[in-house]
């Protein structure tokens, strides 16, 4: 259910974008997706699909990017890539570690005619 409240929001946003530019017609809309946001994309379609019905982002195509978590080491500054959530520093095994990104969620641009 988390995902419906979420493609509520941003087809909102999306029509009032849509609204304020004078468009006919939302043709593309991409979205970031973070590993961590807990948003599964094809979940997103699916309601977007549903809840654009009769708007002018009725049959828009969506594309999502999707961010991998990432942190860096509070002790070493090494930037990696967390993986099946082992927040460990690879350079040199410190636990304390800072997320920079991952928990994404955001339209990143819309298309429309
Ligand atoms: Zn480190």
């Not at 941003?10 to 979205?31: C, F, P, W």
């Amino acid at each position: 259910m988390h995902e419906m409240a979420i493609t509520q929001s941003m087809v909102n946003l999306v029509l009032e974008e849509a609204r304020k530019g004078g468009a006919r017609r939302v043709t593309s809309i991409s979205l970031v997706l973070g590993e961590l946001s807990g948003v599964v994309g094809d979940c997103v379609e699916l309601y977007f699909g549903l809840m654009s019905r009769d708007t002018p982002a009725e049959g828009a195509a969506i594309s999502i990017k999707s961010v991998p978590t990432r942190a860096r080491c509070r002790k070493c500054a090494r930037e990696f890539e967390v993986k099946d959530l082992d927040w460990i520093c690879p350079e040199c095994g410190s636990v304390s570690v800072e997320l920079v990104a991952g928990h994404e969620l955001f339209v990143e641009s819309i298309e429309v005619e």
